[in-house]
């Protein structure tokens, strides 16, 4: 089993800026992807940002250029670091990882429970 334990999340105003970090745990031979994704009351869980074990990255369109992904493949931590925040970014923030247990299993995907985010306007 995986646990994946989110933090960093809070109240900010409009234009401010919060570092959420995940860190990763339990039975694990390699992650292949790590990253986060958002849902906003009434609406879909959505991609934010997911990094390949490889350093790959891929952005939500609403991000792009705001926010910055980071991970420590050692560590199995991942970070996001979320600058010129908007009310829109308001939402839960999930930890999301797609790993393998050991070396002949195949991908499982795991989630966090998840930090919320709000940002004032």
């Known amino acids: 089993q995986v646990q994946l334990v989110e933090s960093g999340g809070g109240l900010v105003q409009a234009g401010g800026s919060l570092r959420l970090s995940c860190a990763a745990s339990?039975?694990?031979?390699?992650?292949?992807?790590m990253g986060w994704y958002s849902q906003a009351p009434g609406k879909q869980r959505e991609l934010v940002a997911v990094?390949?074990?490889?350093?790959?990255?891929t952005y939500g369109d609403s991000v792009e250029g705001r926010f910055t992904i980071s991970r420590d493949n050692a560590k199995n931590t991942v970070h996001l670091q979320m600058n010129s925040l908007l009310p829109e970014d308001t939402g839960y923030y999930y930890c999301?990882?797609?790993?393998?247990?050991?070396?002949?299993?195949?991908?499982?995907?795991?989630w966090g429970q998840g930090t919320q985010v709000t940002v004032s306007s």
């Open positions: 990094m390949t074990d490889s350093g790959s990255t």
């Open positions: 339990g039975s694990i031979f390699r992650i292949n992807v």
């Open positions: 999301h990882a797609v790993v393998r247990t050991n070396l002949f299993s195949s991908q499982q995907t795991y």
